[in-house]
């Protein structure tokens, strides 16, 4: 991947932090980073991952992102008999284990995800939330992780970023 100093920054953000964000433009590898700290099994405190892309959710209501967060937690997690049901999204889950819940690419959520990163962070102090995103949360406590493109090293006909694709003949 050609990242191994950005995952080690990562690896050591988790492992400190509850809330990390990996923030870049648009195909830079922030899922792949992401995954790739996050797939490790012993890397960080969390008894497991939890993956929520925006893409899957599919947005129809106020709450739908929620109710969606909610569900994957719940199913990842040990249900005890005659607690709530995540299908109500003000309804945290009331025994989450330890999950490291990633929000992958959640730009076109990012104000409703925002506000549900923080709820979730002072509900449940045992989890940890890593988000993908092109700019940061805004949060606190959230520790950001600004990835660049990766330098091509010289390469003749490279394109070295900073504005749009060359056209042809460039």
């Known amino acids: 991947m050609g990242r191994s100093e950005e995952l080690a920054a990562l690896e050591k953000a988790l492992a400190s932090s509850r809330l990390v964000t990996v ?3 648009a195909g830079v590898g922030k899922s792949r980073l992401a995954m790739a700290a996050a797939g490790r099994p012993g890397r ?3 008894s497991g991952m939890v993956k929520v892309r925006w893409h899957d959710v599919v947005p129809v209501g106020p709450h739908a992102l929620a109710a969606r967060i909610l569900r994957a937690l719940d ?3 040990a249900d005890p008999p005659g607690r709530p049901t995540a299908d109500d999204p003000r309804t945290p889950p009331l025994s989450t284990g330890r999950p490291l819940l990633v929000l992958d690419d959640i730009d076109p959520v990012h104000g409703e995800c925002a506000r549900l990163v923080q709820s979730l962070l002072m509900r449940l102090p045992d989890l ?3 988000v993908t ?3 940061p949360l805004g949060l606190g406590e959230e520790h950001v992780l600004r ?3 990766l330098r091509t090293g010289g390469v003749p006909g490279a394109w070295r ?3 749009d694709w060359p056209s042809r003949g460039e």
């Open 23 to 25: 923030s870049g433009a």
């Open 133 to 135: 995103t092109r700019r």
């Open 147 to 149: 990835l660049s493109p």
């Open 128 to 130: 940890h939330i890593l």
């Open 44 to 46: 960080g405190p969390w």
């Open 161 to 163: 970023g900073g504005g």
């Open 75 to 77: 199913a990842a997690t």
